[in-house]
Structures are given as C-alpha cells and as structure tokens.
C-alpha cells in the first residue's frame, strides 16, 4: 500500500498498488484524465482537446509502464 501526505493541504492519500509514489500519481493522473475525457465527449466541438488529452495520456501510460519495467528489472537483479 502506498501512502502518501501532502503536508501542504494536510492530505494523505493512500493507493492499493504496490509501487512507488510515481506509480500513485501516473495512475491517478490517468483516472483523472479518463474522467475529463468522459465529460467532455458530451459537448460539441471538443474533439481536438480530447484528441491532446488522449496524447497526454498515453505519454503518461507509456512513463508508467516504463517505470513498472525498471522496477521488474531492479527487482530481478537483486533476487
């Protein structure tokens, strides 16, 4: 579980995943991302800033898988 406190609004977050605070905060942004996109696909004329949105996205999906493969290979080396 990870656990982390924001100390300047006095949060503290926790996630389900095991991983880093990056991992938290890639799948966090995806989720909020994927809730923005939900809402704006029902208005007229938004499909260029979905399509940016998309992007970001997979910019943020491709750094996460990247840091879940260093992780599977520091893991790997030290067992």
């Known amino acids: 579980m990870i656990v ?5 609004f006095g949060i503290i ?3 389900n995943e095991a991983g880093s605070i990056d991992c938290y ?10 809730k923005i996109l939900f809402n704006l ?3 007229d004329n938004t499909e260029h800033i979905c399509d940016q949105l998309k992007s970001i996205y997979n910019q943020i999906d491709g750094m996460h ?3 879940k493969s260093k ?7 030290s067992s």
């Open 4 to 8: 982390l406190e924001i100390f300047t």
């Open 13 to 15: 977050i926790m996630g």
């Open 25 to 34: 905060v890639f799948i966090e942004s995806k989720e909020q991302i994927a």
């Open 41 to 43: 696909s029902k208005i």
């Open 65 to 67: 898988e990247l840091k």
């Open 71 to 77: 992780r599977g290979k520091l893991f790997n080396l």
